[in-house]
């Protein structure tokens, strides 16, 4: 099944966080908080948003950090993804 997102929304799935802190101490998943990474998976086109023009400033393939409770989470064969606003995205990570 291929999702194709509408108007200025995105498609991201999460990365995996890390389960070692730095002082070597491995976390419990419950002890382990929702990973702000993610990479985008499709894009949708822009266009009028609230009367505004939206242009998009992500691919697909970029990885972003993106607000901690932003987006739905939907789960399409067996995997998990997010989709949320372009405006809930903070940053590119490169």
């Not at 991201?12 to 998976?41: H, R």
């Not at 023009?53 to 064969?77: C, F, P, R």
Request: hydrophobic share 45%.
């Amino acid at each position: 099944m291929i999702i194709k997102p509408l108007a200025d929304r995105v498609v991201i799935k999460m990365l995996e966080s890390e389960e070692v802190t730095k002082g070597g101490i491995i976390l419990a998943s419950a002890a382990k908080e929702k990973p702000q990474v993610a990479e985008i998976t499709a894009v949708g086109p822009g266009g009028i948003v609230d009367g505004k023009e939206v242009q998009m400033q992500v691919t697909v393939g970029n990885k972003v950090l993106i607000s901690k409770y932003a987006g739905t989470e939907v789960k399409i064969d067996g995997q998990e993804y997010t989709i949320l606003r372009q405006s809930d995205i903070l940053a590119i990570v490169e």
